[in-house]
């Protein structure tokens, strides 16, 4: 009894410090309308930037996938759970964004999480003296990774690259790995990745980029943040999520061969871990196809003028946007008890917006996290900003 009560009474106060987290339960597809507890609500708390998760071709493509592959892949890849769909997957990704990379592969893994626990692991590899360099800001699957690899962890400030060459310059290990988010999870920024990577030419470190937000989003075809700054390397090592903008679940990481051999040979994360199901593999073709073409252009000019519109509608005093260009758009509020207020009083009016605490952001800078989606109309948005506008004054 004494181990229970004393888990209790760690939830107990996390609740007293407003910072116990609660699921909801939706019970339709994600979507810029969902069903929660059999209310309606407006949801701006996706990270369906594309409206692709519910798009009636990804669901044909899945259940065709699901025909042809059945369910699950019965294995680990190195076994035997990797299919023809899988295989082809990869292929289509390393042409999606090998112009950016040099003799690139890809290899496509269950979660972005996973996929940064084996490229920080692996990359280090069994260089015991190598060095990992990572932007405060970092999402939490980047921090595991380096925490993981148990090499020795540089936090340099966020987008500090005089503090980032310092730390360089000092290090005396062999293989340096520099990893950073492109757009920032929470704040919705872009790393600036040519002075970045020009950085980490000149010190000999690998750069590895976490695209989770950006791929889909950014660039003209969707490739994501290497595209958008027209950035090529051989020592890039680009991870891009499909469970984001591309609709699905699933990440890939895209690099050198080299790299990626490396990774097949020696990240735990892939090798010990059962491959997804084959169909989502194949339905993840569709979601390339969708996002390098026509309507995934059409849905990235819709999203650009969604944040104009808020642009011009939001009449904020107290609380501060971020200068976000991305679908990401936080409004900081500070408190954690008037951000989880804020949040409760969109959710009565029906429009669910995510209302973020520490440990996810530094104290001090709870927020509302409003994500768009191309799935948002113009009067979806009118909604939201009337509201915010409101609210914000009471
Ligand atoms: C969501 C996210 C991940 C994890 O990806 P999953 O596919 O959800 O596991 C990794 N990095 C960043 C920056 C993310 O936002």
Redesign the pocket.
Known sequence: MELIAKLEQQLRALDERSLTRRRRTVETPCGPRVTVDGRELLAFCS?DYLGLAGHPRMVAALREGAARYGVGSGGSHLISGHSRAHAALEERLAEFVGAHLESARALYFC????A?LAVLTGLSGSDKSAEIFSESLN?A??IDGARLSRVAVQVYPHADLDALAALLAGSGSATKIVVT?SVF?MDGNLAPLPALLALCERHGAWLVV?D??GFGTLGAHGRGALEHFGLRSPHLVY?G????AAGA???FVAAHRSVIETLIQRARPYIYTTAAAPALAHALLTSLELIGGEEGARRRAHLQQLLAQMDAGLRLRRWTRLPSRTPIQPLLIGANDETMRAGAALYEQGLWVGAIRPPTVPPGTARLRVTLSAGHSSADVARLVDALNALERT
């Open positions: 990270n979660t972005g999480y996973m940064n999402h699957s980047l988010d999870s976490d989770a937000h991870m999520t499909l469970s984001k679940a699933g990440a």
